[in-house]
């Protein structure tokens, strides 16, 4: 019962502070604790493995599909380029499931959400869990939050917001032209995430940690990838090209899908909101529809994802209304937008961002 003593010890596990959610609530507060209570009654929480499993098997015909095109036809350029997209799909479909295990949203059992998430990181995409469980989950806890989220934190490469680029600005900081990062946005983003960035932090969190398992996992993936693909090409070099060109396509698939609900929101140094009014104010929709869902995997509720976790994606249209009921009763904005303005909304933001950082760098005052 020593208060003290518990926060001493748990110190290095901070990452930022959420309004106590049991005193003095505020009226919105108490909204979403009753919403909540009603998607709990109203099974909204419910898993549905089958639903899940699909998206699964999915992935493995277009795996088998991109095989199937390079041993039927050949090794050629054409055949290259579809072997490549259909292994992108693969992948980034992949990467909407193993959020789906890493949610604990598919199965009601922890331990069997757990094991299928190794499964499908691990053996499917190649990555640690533990890695994208550590990022992630600091991503949830506070998103949008200068020095506690790291999917923003790429200051030295781009700034984000309205806020850090005119301090960093002011205070002649930097060494990039950032007022030019929404054009070499697509040399130093997309390109390098999932090409070069994440394969370095996965490879450097993973033997830190010295994580056995995960590694093994990773291992699986690349065994695989190269066994098959090399009877295609007459060197592994054929296979690392097709693998890294993969990558590159489905890095942009995925920054997209991933920063349209972030990047053009408030950015700036934790606020101490409540749950609700923080997520709100960091997190965007797109547009619903049977091809935004399948494209988007259903990251186009962000705003239903980030309020409630661990619920299923297929929850989200469900508790959506019942979400814009509150946000118009409190006069919180809830933003949705067409998955083409979302997407374009992204370079918007960077050059604006950029603007205000050369303003505040160059025209002080």
Known sequence: ?????????????????????????????????????VAETSGWFAT?????????????????????ILWHWGVNLLTFVAAALLLCTAQAQAGWAQHDYGHLSVFNSRRLNHIGHELVVGHLKGASSHWWNFRHFLHHSKPNVVGTDPDIGVPYVFLLGDK????????????????????????????????????????????KRRNLRDLMWTVSFFAKFFYVFNHFFSSWWGTFALYMFTRYLESHWFVACTQMS????????DQRRDWFSMQLKATMNAEGGSFNDWFTGHLNYQIEHHLFPTMPRHSYPLVQPHVKRICSKHGIPYVEKPLGTAFADIIRSLKKSGELWFEAYYMPG
């Open 1 to 37: 019962n020593d208060k003290a003593l518990v926060e001493k010890y748990m110190k290095p596990l901070e990452c930022g502070v959420v309004v106590d959610y049991e005193d003095n609530l505020s009226p919105v507060q108490r909204d979403f604790r009753e919403l909540r209570k």
């Open 48 to 68: 549905k493995p089958f639903f899940f499993f699909k998206y699964l098997v999915q992935c493995w015909l277009f795996e088998l599909a991109a095989v199937f």
């Open 164 to 207: 850090m680029p005119k301090e960093w600005g002011q205070k002649k900081r930097g060494f990039m032209p950032y007022n030019w990062q929404h054009d070499y946005f697509w040399l130093l983003g997309p390109p390098m995430l999932l090409p070069l960035y994440f394969h370095f932090e996965n490879v450097y969190f993973t033997l």
């Open 262 to 269: 972030h990047i053009p929101m408030d950015i700036d140094r």
